[in-house]
T-cell receptor, first 109, second 114 residues
């Protein structure tokens, strides 16, 4: 069957590093996307990993290990504006994109 | 470019009423979809379309209808609203597919069914 797990909440201080882990079981898996959503806002795309390894986009990096069905999002040099929910979303053949319950990141001064 | 435009932003319905949530995109995207998001939860796919004239069911299609007569528009119809359909609805589009491409989301419609 399909399953998706990520932590529900993470708290960190400004300037810190946060890693959000995501484990999945997805038939026909293509790759793993990450989305950010601020309270009251719409999800916005952060990154996509189609191959194993690390993808870096500024302060954010995303990693994928297909053999372990595991990925993570790394948020570096945390800023107050990074307080948001982060969703991992495994994509599968047939236009299937599943969103997890999201990880709420709270950044404290 | 306006991107993905959803209307209305807020709507209150009585049980049994019907209504249509509008979604339009001006990016010539082939793929369009509707998600619902309930408090503290992720997004669940309702229906999607891979091009004009083609629609398919997602994870939670019951109680909703869609059509895709043009590339630009993908309306979502609630046939007979129920309190369980109280949610925030997001329309999203991408160039070709959802499985390995960036999704562009609309700003959402907050729907309350009394």
């Amino acid at each position: 069957g399909q399953s998706l797990e990520q932590p529900s909440e993470v708290t960190a201080v400004e300037g810190a590093i946060v890693q959000i882990n995501c484990t999945y079981q997805t038939s026909g898996f293509y790759g793993l996307s990450w989305y950010q959503q601020h309270d009251g806002g719409a999800p916005t795309f952060l990154s996509y990993n189609g191959l194993d390894g690390l993808e870096e986009t500024g302060r954010f990096s995303s990693f994928l290990s297909r053999s372990d069905s595991y990925g993570y999002l790394l948020l570096q040099e945390l800023q107050m504006k990074d307080s948001a929910s982060y969703f991992c979303a495994p994509g599968a053949a047939g236009n299937k994109l599943t969103f997890g319950g999201g990880t709420r990141v709270l950044v404290k001064p | 470019n306006a991107g993905v435009t959803q209307t209305p932003k807020f709507q209150v319905l009585k049980t049994g009423q019907s209504m249509t949530l509008q979604c339009a995109q001006d990016m010539n995207h082939e793929y369009m979809s509707w998600y619902r998001q309930d408090p503290g939860m992720g997004l669940r796919l309702i229906h999607y379309s891979v091009g004009a004239g083609i629609t398919d069911q997602g994870e939670v299609p019951n109680g909703y209808n869609v059509s895709r007569s043009t590339t630009e528009d993908f309306p979502l119809r609630l046939l007979s609203a129920a309190p369980s359909q109280t949610s925030v609805y997001f329309c999203a589009s991408s160039y070709h597919t959802a499985d390995n491409e960036k999704l562009f989301f609309g700003s959402g419609t907050q729907l309350s069914v009394l």
